[in-house]
């Protein structure tokens, strides 16, 4: 995929008219069902777990079971690559992959629904219902991810992923809002735990997944790539072996190492007198030494004849390689800075939002009602609105003027912070933050699109998209201690500051790869002369 065509500007009524696509549609069902395990993770399987008395240090382990998501990327080469016997000759690797996936969620909520976590040994088959789900979760964003950049062209990128954006929210609010109020009406409470109502609950939930069942079944397989399937049933199972040894080695390693460090944790927190910045440096350490024992392990399976060393090679390697052969070096460096970078601003603010209305005197349902409904819904006109800009003006120029926006909205805070307990004003500026974050991320996921090489889609774009929140969450952690030590007025001066140089990385990006694409002309001007 090209991003100049990003750049082909439309009419408005072109663009207009693109939003009743039936991809757009499509895409909208298979967004919904994305955003529906998420929370049956996190709050609403927290609240379950609460009311059903486990601890809390107990329930906070279930998060782990979200960790697919950071680490999709390791395992989307099998989804590029790995046929599913019977099923992708019927129905082509893409809707093969998600078909499975979408079963795995399935199966996973009703594993969930039919154990009893007050009961010991039910609690056991409740983590690996989560764990169940947050792999299924995964497999499908991934599949999601390749079949929309296959099957439309770029310039219906920022329209599908404004589709996406609008129902992975419709789905969160399913399983979020939905769910609490339904196992409420079904008569459980804090005072009160009741199993089957949480049963009840989580079996409709189950049910909201066969939308995207349904999806798989309407959409049509993407292009064919010329690589797929070249190699034999054995090498192919080779690979998935491989993977299962070095996903063990992994957990195993990372698990081990926690209990094994804790004191290198504790000592470095006395040296540093930081204990966020010590667990940070840790956590780090215990990831690489994991990454090395998957390195390791990667060697000894093709050393062992387990794998093909081609096949690994081609499926982790190249689409690394492919990437900075296509841009060259300087350019890809500038477009993974803009990549890591573009949305610091805002997930730096996000994580002390909710606080802050909190500090200000806000109640819950205020908030809720500001956030969480109208909040929601300016996100999805404004996921829309940004994919028709992308379709009218360009992908490069819209990323420019929502960074310039999102430097604007998180400054709008300080603001809220001096009026106060104020609702017009806490709606105004939830309004303006909320809908900036819409075009924003609907003209970044157009853009990260764009980027990505066909051969590799899968890949390239986890990467990405794991690349995109990374560095954000990681200085996202220290947003308590800023505002502690600086205020909140501070804190958010310090966001929007922060969001500056951005502005100056995607002029750099955009000039790379004018010169990049009028280097490629002259060359290819060249080989046609001689």
């Avoid at 693109?18 to 998420?38: E, I, T």
């Avoid at 926006?405 to 805070?413: G, R, S």
Wanted: aromatic share 14%; net charge neutral.
């Amino acid at each position: 995929m090209d991003i100049k065509s990003l750049e082909t500007s439309h009419s408005w009524r072109e663009s207009l008219q693109a939003l009743f696509q039936r991809h757009v549609f499509y895409m909208l069902l298979l967004g919904f069902s994305a955003g529906l395990p998420l929370l049956l993770i996190f709050s609403s399987l927290s609240l379950w777990l609460g009311e059903a008395g486990i601890e809390k240090s107990a329930v906070t382990y279930f998060s782990w079971a979200a960790l697919g998501y950071s680490f999709k990327f390791v395992w989307a080469p099998l989804v590029d690559c790995l046929p599913i016997p019977f099923l992708t000759k019927a129905l082509g690797l893409r809707r093969s992959w998600l078909l499975v996936a979408q079963v795995g969620i399935i199966c996973a909520i009703v594993l969930m629904a039919m154990s009893n976590p007050a009961l010991e040994n039910d609690l056991m088959w409740m983590a690996f219902g989560a764990v169940l789900l947050g792999f299924s979760a995964a497999t499908q964003d991934i599949s999601i991810d390749a079949y929309r950049i296959e099957a439309v062209s770029a310039d219906l990128q920022g329209l599908m992923s404004s589709a996406y954006i609008a129902g992975y929210r419709l789905g969160m609010i399913v399983t979020g809002a939905g769910a609490l109020y339904l196992a409420s009406y079904f008569g459980s409470t804090s005072e009160q735990y009741n199993y089957s109502a949480w049963q009840l609950t989580y079996f409709i939930m189950a049910l909201f997944g066969f939308v995207g069942v349904v999806a798989t079944f309407l959409i049509q397989e993407p292009i064919k790539r010329a690589s797929e399937f070249t190699h034999s049933a054995n090498e192919y199972l080779g690979l998935l072996g491989a993977f299962v040894i070095c996903a063990t080695g992994f957990v195993a390693c990372f698990y081990v190492s926690g209990d094994a460090l804790q004191p290198a944790k504790d000592a470095l927190a006395v040296l540093l007198n930081n204990h966020a910045f010590s667990g940070f440096l840790i956590e780090l350490l215990r990831l690489a030494l994991a990454l090395l024992v998957v390195f390791l392990l990667g060697r000894l399976t093709v050393r062992l004849g387990i794998a093909n060393r081609q096949m690994l090679t081609s499926s982790y390697v190249s689409p690394i390689k492919q990437f900075f052969d296509d841009y060259g070096v300087k350019t890809a460096w500038l477009l993974l800075a803009l990549i890591g970078l573009y949305r610091i601003s805002d997930i730096v603010l996000g994580v002390m939002s909710n606080l802050f209305y909190q500090d200000l005197g806000f109640t819950k349902i205020e908030i809720a009602n500001a956030v969480k409904f109208f909040g929601l819904l300016m996100t999805i006109i404004g996921g829309f609105l940004g994919g028709v800009l992308v379709m009218r003006i360009g992908v490069m120029r819209i990323l420019w003027f929502s960074a310039l926006l999102v430097v604007v909205t998180n400054l709008m805070f300080v603001l809220l912070y001096f009026t106060g307990k104020n609702i017009p004003v806490l709606y105004a500026v939830v309004s303006a933050d909320n809908l900036v974050a819409g075009i924003a991320t609907a003209a970044f996921i157009a853009f990260l699109s764009s980027l990505v090489n066909v051969q590799f889609t899968a890949m390239q774009y986890a990467i990405f998209s794991s690349l995109m929140t990374l560095i954000p969450k990681v200085l996202a952690g220290y947003s308590g201690s800023i505002v502690e030590n600086i205020g909140y007025p501070g804190f958010f001066i310090f966001t929007g500051l922060i969001g500056v140089p951005i502005l100056a990385l995607v002029i750099l990006v955009q000039k790379s790869l004018e010169t990049r694409d009028k280097e490629l002309h002259l060359a290819s001007l060249k080989h046609v002369s001689e």
